[in-house]
């Protein structure tokens, strides 16, 4: 069984900083791509980033150039983390990790979410 356990979060002025990390365990063959989702009240989930396991990001229009993602593999965990700066009050929501995990060579992926972060932006 696969699990994302997230870390980071909080409340932040508007123009501050936070980190988001999500590590993932369990028997692992691969993820493609890890990334991060967010939910406003009263609004739909939005992917926020993700990235492959080649390192190609994707990032939503609105966090470009604010945000980073990175991945990284040590000791059979896949961790990905979530820099985000200059943040926005339009920023606040609550930050999923998302992963597309293949647990063997040979099997299908399958799609897993975190429990969820909150993040808060006070203007």
């Known amino acids: 069984q696969v699990q994302l356990v997230e870390s980071g979060g909080g409340l932040v002025q508007a123009g501050g900083s936070l980190r988001l990390s999500c590590a993932a365990s369990?028997?692992?063959?691969?993820?493609?791509?890890m990334g991060w989702y967010r939910q406003a009240p009263g609004k739909q989930r939005e992917l926020v980033a993700d990235?492959?396991?080649?390192?190609?990001?994707?990032?939503a229009d609105s966090v470009k150039g604010r945000f980073t993602i990175s991945r990284s593999r040590d000791n059979a965990k896949n961790t990905v983390t979530l820099q985000m700066n200059s943040l926005k009050p339009e920023d606040t929501a609550v930050y999923y990790c998302?992963?597309?995990?293949?647990?063997?060579?040979?099997?299908?992926?399958?799609?897993?979410w975190g429990q969820g972060t909150q993040v808060t932006v006070s203007s």
């Open positions: 998302n992963a597309n995990v293949r647990l063997k060579s040979d099997s299908d992926f399958v799609n897993v």
């Open positions: 990235i492959s396991s080649g390192g190609s990001t994707n990032y």
């Open positions: 369990g028997t692992i063959f691969s993820i493609d791509p």
